[in-house]
């Protein structure tokens, strides 16, 4: 084939144009970790205290309350919405790839289900208050067995197949979630499984972060790694296998890395809703639709949009009750979406 | 030099024998047609020529070597394929697909490197896609998609093409100019096997035929001597009358034996 004879115009053109893409992208990028550092500079200083820079120059008593508040209370919190925001905006991002079904987000697997269940079991039996870290390890463990029903069941059947068993699996486990709360032991139990399953940033320190962020990590680095063969899956499955993609192992990746990033995640925080399903979509027109280039947007994107949310409901006071849970503030705001999500659907169809 | 060789190839599945003892041979700078009946097992074949289904039994070698020893990376790399209808399930640009044959040969990171991106340019150019590089592929007409899937396979420059029904869903010059270009390949020294139904694009086109009847194979030769009318009559069950006249063979059909009534 004349491989070589290529008109050095048509060439040039499209190098032109690379450019400018390539300038695009990097612009994209650039404000999008702009709008991240803003977004953590506010979440570091506004809460019930409102912190203000010449607080740290005070008075001795003062500027070791700020630090205490800053270092304690703020940047655990801020740490930690960063990384469960960013791994559901990946989650989201790899899963939709991987299904090829724009609904697709983290929950769509069973895992933050599984998660829930563990947790919630923890509460149940009151293990909660033996020692800190018994919620999110059994959320860990939930996740775990709930990833490993769903890979069992759907096994070697293709995507729908995978779908499916994920669907029964969250059914199974919300199931077993509720039947705790029917028969938990106290109104007290009770409420603090309900508050759990809300969802919430609020009150969560180191140990948190350093119990959930290796899991989120390595998980995240399993999802990275199937950028190329999403790509080629874009192809359907018969084309994506004769590029020499093996399905078995994306399909591996994928769900154990979303294990282990949003088994972890949720484990600390609860589920929270939505951000993984709508970080994909509002990056996806930016990229011009290719999977593998979604990813790392969608995280920054997942990141920014939980962080957004955290400071929310720490900003939005109803002037009575608690602070807004953020799993419930992210589903409100969500919902919207999923709605034009559902008419744009309706209004593309024939 | 490629050489593709089947040794009794037998498929069953739930308990239906899907082939039954297919054995064949090609090599390259051939266009091998392979026809016969809906459910004869055409696509069957196809897939387990390309190595993307493992038969039953029998055996796929690739240059002497079994196509399940080769990796599927390695096999990616000599044989691209084309299932019927294919489609893209993103509207990503007309351009990106066609990167999207470079799969195997890319890294797991990064993007297209120069001598990949002017490979993309020179096949956009030879299937006349330049004009609808930056259109999303899912607005494209039939014939164009049908166009941007064949770059997609001859980006890699593979050795071998399998392709199923490619003129399938396509008006009479796209179907036309689809086959002409399968015929281009192998005269390029490429081996090209493709499931067609149109037998007037496979007695002008194709270099070889294989017949398929219930899984088996019934005939196989070069096409001039071998799709005559007996084999029509036998294979599909109609009356069929093949004509090679200068302008091109003609293949045309009738009910085999029609009711009294239909006339």
């Known amino acids: ?350 | 030099m490629t050489s593709l060789t089947a040794r009794k190839l037998t498929v069953i599945r739930h308990d239906r024998h899907i082939l039954q003892g297919v054995s064949l041979e090609a090599t390259d700078s051939e266009f091998v047609a392979v026809i016969g009946p809906n459910g004869a097992g055409k696509s069957t074949l196809l897939s387990v020529l390309a190595g993307l289904l493992a038969p039953s039994d029998g055996l796929v070698t690739l240059d002497g070597a079994p196509l399940k020893l080769l990796g599927g990376t390695a096999l990616a790399r000599r044989r691209a394929y084309l299932p019927q209808n294919p489609r893209c399930e993103w509207p990503i640009s007309v351009e990106r697909l066609v990167a999207l044959g470079l799969t195997p040969v890319l890294p797991a990171f990064g993007g297209l490197s120069e001598p990949f991106r002017s490979r993309v340019d020179a096949v956009l150019a030879l299937c006349d896609l330049l004009p609808k590089r930056m259109q999303p592929s899912t607005t494209l007409s039939g014939g164009e998609l049908a166009r941007a899937m064949l770059a997609r396979a001859m980006v890699g420059d593979p050795d071998i093409l399998i392709v199923d029904e490619p003129t399938t869903g396509l008006d009479p010059r796209h179907a036309l100019e689809a086959a002409a270009r399968l015929r281009a390949l192998a005269q390029s020294g490429k081996l090209v096997i493709a499931a067609i139904h149109d037998l007037t694009l496979v007695a002008r086109y194709s270099t070889r035929i294989i017949a398929l009847e219930a899984g088996r194979l019934v005939c196989e030769g070069p096409t001039e001597s071998t799709l005559t009318s007996e084999l029509v009559h036998r294979v599909f069950d109609v009356e069929a009358c093949v004509s090679r006249t200068p302008g091109g063979a003609l293949v045309d059909y009738l009910p085999a034996s029609p009711h009294p009534n239909s006339r």
Not at chain 1, 47 to 74: C, H, K, N, Y
Not at chain 1, 177 to 205: F, H, Q, V
Not at chain 1, 251 to 272: E, K
Not at chain 1, 306 to 325: N, Q, V, Y
Request: aromatic share 8%; proline share 5%; charged share 10%.
């Open chain 1, 1 to 350: 084939m004349p491989f070589d004879s290529v008109l050095p115009a048509v060439a040039a053109g499209a190098e032109r144009r690379r450019r400018a893409e390539r300038r695009l992208r990097l612009t994209g990028a650039g404000l999008l970790i702009v709008l991240l550092i803003a977004l953590a500079g506010i979440s570091l200083l506004c809460g019930t205290v409102w912190l203000r820079p010449a607080q740290f120059l005070g008075s001795e008593a003062t500027a070791r309350m700020a630090r205490l508040i800053l270092l304690d209370l703020r940047l655990p919190r801020l740490v930690l919405a960063l990384l469960v925001g960013g791994t559901l905006g990946l989650s989201g991002a790899v899963l939709q790839g991987l299904t090829r079904n724009p609904l697709a987000e983290p929950g769509l697997l069973g895992v933050s289900a599984g998660a829930s269940f563990g947790a919630v079991t923890s509460i149940y039996f009151g293990l909660a208050g033996s020692f800190a870290t018994a919620t999110p390890l059994l959320g860990l463990c939930g996740a775990g067995i709930a990833m490993t029903l769903t890979f069992a069941l759907g096994r070697g059947g293709g995507t729908l197949a995978l779908i499916l068993a994920g669907v029964a699996v969250s059914g199974l486990m919300y199931a077993l979630t509720y039947l705790a709360l029917n028969l938990a032991p106290n109104p007290y139990a009770a409420y603090e499984i309900t508050s759990w399953l809300l969802g919430s940033l609020a009150d969560k320190g180191w140990d948190q972060v350093w119990l959930a962020g290796p899991f989120i990590v390595v998980g995240s680095a399993l999802m990275a790694m199937t950028g190329r063969s999403l790509d080629a899956l874009s192809l359907g499955e018969a084309q994506a296998r004769s590029l020499g993609v093996n399905l078995e192992r994306v399909n591996w990746l994928a769900l154990a890395g979303t294990t282990l990033a949003v088994g972890a995640a949720t484990a600390v925080t609860g589920a929270i809703g939505f951000v993984g399903l709508i970080a994909p979509h509002l990056m996806r027109p930016l990229v011009g639709y290719q999977p593998r280039r979604i990813l790392w947007p969608s995280t920054l994107t997942g990141a920014a949009l939980l962080l957004a949310a955290d400071i929310g409901t720490r900003l939005i006071h109803l002037g009575f009750g608690p602070e807004l849970k953020v799993g419930v503030f992210t589903s409100l705001v969500g919902t919207p979406f999923f709605f034009w999500l559902v008419v744009r659907l309706r209004r593309l169809a024939p």
